[in-house]
T-cell receptor, first 110, second 111 residues
Framework: GEDVEQSLFLSVREGDSSVINCTYT??????LYWYKQEPGAGLQLLTY?????DMKQDQRLTVLLNKKDKHLSLRIADTQTGDSAIYFC??????????FGTGTRLTVIP | DAMVIQNPRYQVTQFGKPVTLSCSQT?????MYWYQQKSSQAPKLLFH???????NEADTPDNFQSRRPNTSFCFLDIRSPGLGDAAMYLC??????????FGPGTRLLVL
């Protein structure tokens, strides 16, 4: 079955880079996603990567995928206070089923 | 802007009193989902509609049901809410096997 794990908390200083890590167990995952959830709000899709890629960059966001180790990371460059939120890693096999990690609460210290 | 709308944003109900949460979308996506997210936990898929086909997750309690009268609307019915059903309920949509677009959620409080 699917199991997606993340560390629960991360604190960084404003302007530093943040790296949020995720491990998953299902090697047949097709897509891997990062979602952001601000307090009391729904989930916002930040970025995603197809399983045959190992890196994707989108402005301040860099996603790295190590398929052999089943490890996914999200790097946020120049972290801002507005980046404070919970970040969820999720994986799917493209069949209308998203499996979420436990979420990492990112706190940005001014 | 095309979007996923959930009403109400906050819902208070009494223990055992049926409650309905609603979701609408202007994206014309054929797949609609309902997720339950309890405090400090990951969202958990309850069920989804692929067009008119209803797909229930194996561990979704019988207390939870859903209706999709047309492409744009999907409802979550909780027949007899218990205290353990207090959570954020998230609606999402996708086109075929595309990426999920989430609504803002409805926070349900059971008294």
């Amino acid at each position: 079955g699917e199991d997606v794990e993340q560390s629960l908390f991360l604190s960084v200083r404003e302007g530093d880079s943040s790296v949020i890590n995720c491990t998953y167990t299902d090697s047949s995952s097709t897509y891997l996603y990062w979602y952001k959830q601000e307090p009391g709000a729904g989930l916002q899709l930040l970025t995603y990567i197809f399983s045959n890629m190992d890196m994707k960059q989108d402005q301040r966001l860099t996603v790295l995928l190590n398929k052999k180790d089943k490890h996914l990371s999200l790097r946020i460059a120049d972290t801002q206070t507005g980046d404070s939120a919970i970040y969820f890693c999720a994986e799917s096999k493209g069949a209308n089923n998203l499996f979420f990690g436990t979420g990492t609460r990112l706190t940005v210290i001014p | 802007d095309a979007m996923v709308i959930q009403n109400p944003r906050y819902q208070v109900t009494q223990f055992g009193k049926p409650v309905t949460l609603s979701c609408s979308q202007t994206l014309n996506h054929n797949v609609m989902y309902w997720y339950q997210q309890k405090s400090s936990q990951a969202p958990k898929l309850l069920f989804h509609y692929y067009d008119k086909d209803f797909n229930n997750e194996a561990d979704t309690p019988d207390n939870f049901q859903s209706r999709r009268p047309n492409t744009s609307f999907c409802f979550l019915d909780i027949r007899s809410p218990g205290l353990g059903d207090a959570a954020m309920y998230l609606c999402a949509t996708s086109h075929e096997q595309g990426h999920d677009h989430f609504g803002p959620g409805t926070r349900l409080l059971v008294l």
